[in-house]
Each structure stands twice: as structure tokens, then as C-alpha cells.
T-cell receptor, first 118, second 116 residues
């Protein structure tokens, strides 16, 4: 497809269950980002990949959160033993290959996965 | 670390009028980029406009323009000739021009409602 694709669109899970969220970036985009967006707030950075390398995971809130991008394209964000505070929209974004000094490349976002933990 | 402040939680604007959305930022980085995104109720974040910290001119993109005042650390978005489809949440974001830091830092957003 032309844009970033995320699935599922909605996910409801019981507290304690594990969930997996998928992101299919724009073809050819080297950079991939995950963000968490609480209701009525701006997105908060979770983690960043350049191809298959996870270069920054400073935003992951706990060791229950894990992300991977094994072949440098599709990425999965996994949350283990979910808690109610994990309820949020999880946004994936991709951008072209980063170049030193080139910061004007916008990140292109998917529609997000709305996660609700009961 | 960067901090983005959007002080207007919600705004109403009449169709065909202009609206200005405020954004101030705080950073110690000498070089940075500022972005505005639109988020309709469908949830997708749509890139609108970019301003680099060393750009001499204010950015414009169709009906969107940026009022960039570097000394005041503000980057206000102006939407001219508002349309009903402009009703959405608008986010200001920035990133530093460091080679190892690509993430965006977002403000809390401003909800714009366009009235017919």
C-alpha cells in the first residue's frame, strides 16, 4: 500500500494477557518509530529502528514492552502481562533513510492501534 | 531534551476565516526542526508543514503557513480560509538535528472546530 499500515485497528485484552501490534511501513523507508498516545495527549516516543537495528528504546516504559523488526521491514510491538495503564493508541511511523544534517524528512504515520485493557 | 507547549486546548473558527495555533518550544540544541501534524478523528497523523531552525523564511504550504520567531522560540501555525475538513487535533513537534536522535517530541495538541 501507499501508506503505513497498522493492525489490528482495535484490540481489547484482559489484564495480564500478552498482545502483539503490527506495523507495515512505507516501502523503502529505512526508519521506523513507535509512539504511544494517551487519550487527549500528544504521542510519546517509545522506540526507533534503522533497518533491523533497534537504535533507541529509551521510551519503552517497562521491560514488559518489546519491539522487533527482524528483516528491516515489518515491525511488531509486543506488550507482555498487560496492565490497565497500557490502554492507549499505539502509532507507528516511518521515514526515508536518515542523512547527517537532514532533519526535514517528515515521519509518516499509520492510523494506529487502539488498545484497551479491561 | 526538548519541550513543546501548546497552550490552547480547543479553538472554534468560522468557515473561511483564518486561525492561528500557538506553539512554543524549549531546547538547548542549536539546530532543530519543527513540524506540524493534523490528526482527524480517524486517528492518522498527517504531516502538514516543516520549519528548520536556520531557515531564513517562514515556511508555507498551501493554506498552511508558519509564523516562526526564533528568538521567542515560537512556531505558530496559521490556517487560512478554514474549511469544515480542517476540524481536527493539531500537534506541534520538534526534533534535534543530532545524528543519533531522530525521534519527535510532541505538544499536547490543540483541537480545532470549524463552524459553518
Amino acid at each position: 500500500g501507499a501508506g503505513v499500515s497498522q493492525s489490528p485497528r482495535y484490540k481489547v485484552a484482559k489484564r495480564g494477557q500478552d498482545v502483539a501490534l503490527r506495523c507495515d511501513p512505507i516501502s523503502g523507508h529505512v526508519s521506523l518509530f513507535w509512539y504511544q498516545q494517551a487519550l487527549g495527549q500528544g504521542p510519546e516516543f517509545l522506540t526507533y529502528f534503522q533497518n533491523e537495528a533497534q537504535l533507541d528504546k529509551s521510551g519503552l516504559p517497562s521491560d514488559r514492552f518489546f519491539a522487533e523488526r527482524p528483516e528491516g521491514s515489518v515491525s511488531t510491538l509486543k506488550i507482555q502481562r498487560t496492565q490497565q495503564e497500557d490502554s492507549a493508541v499505539y502509532l507507528c511511523a516511518s521515514s526515508l533513510r536518515p542523512r547527517a544534517g537532514s532533519i526535514n524528512q517528515p515521519q509518516h504515520f499509520g492510523d494506529g492501534t487502539r488498545l484497551s485493557i479491561l | 531534551a526538548q519541550k513543546i507547549t501548546q497552550t490552547q486546548p480547543g479553538m472554534f473558527v468560522q468557515e473561511k476565516e483564518a486561525v492561528t495555533l500557538d506553539c512554543t518550544y524549549d531546547t538547548s540544541d542549536p539546530s532543530y526542526g519543527l513540524f506540524w501534524y493534523k490528526q482527524p478523528s480517524s486517528g492518522e497523523m498527517i504531516f502538514l508543514i516543516y520549519q528548520g531552525s536556520y531557515d531564513q523564511q517562514n515556511a508555507t504550504e498551501g493554506r498552511y503557513s508558519l509564523n516562526f520567531q526564533k528568538a521567542r522560540k515560537s512556531a505558530n501555525l496559521v490556517i487560512s480560509a478554514s474549511q469544515l475538513g480542517d476540524s481536527a487535533m493539531y500537534f506541534c513537534a520538534m526534533r534535534a538535528a543530532r545524528s543519533n536522535d531522530y525521534k519527535l517530541s510532541f505538544g499536547a495538541g490543540t483541537t480545532v472546530t470549524v463552524r459553518a
